[in-house]
């Protein structure tokens, strides 16, 4: 948890969950991006989570500098160009934190776990 309001009334703590809530939503918006994904470490299977798990496909760390690092676990459409997808998460991803938290995001990692075919 990163306390980063002080103030003479007090402080205000943030944890690394609510980031990666607010990151996992946003990514989930994004053109192209089917759903957040883990691999199960049991039998190294792909396992698409539902909009309600979303920051389980987030991980979320503050450096040195008091700066937030996201990491992504995503699925993909198919047919979508992968770099214009990530391209437009991580501009995405990158505005909304900085303006939920008035913290910056040094860092977005983007590992790209699926690829589905969409009806």
């Known amino acids: 948890m990163k306390e980063y309001i002080k103030g003479d009334m007090g402080s205000v703590s943030l944890d690394e969950n609510v980031v990666a809530q607010v990151a996992g939503l ?34 979320v760390k503050f450096d040195e500098n008091d700066d937030i690092i996201i990491e992504f676990h995503i699925v993909v459409a198919y047919g979508v160009s992968i770099k214009a997808v990530t391209d437009n998460l991580m ?17 977005i990692n983007v590992f790209v776990e699926d690829v589905k075919v969409m009806d």
């Open 26 to 59: 946003t990514a989930l918006d994004c053109f192209g991006i089917v759903g957040m994904g883990i691999v199960s470490v049991k039998d190294g299977i792909v396992k698409q989570l539902r909009r309600d798990n979303v920051s389980k496909g987030v991980n």
């Open 91 to 107: 501009q995405s991803v990158k505005y909304k934190v900085e303006d939920f938290t008035s913290l910056r995001v040094s860092k």
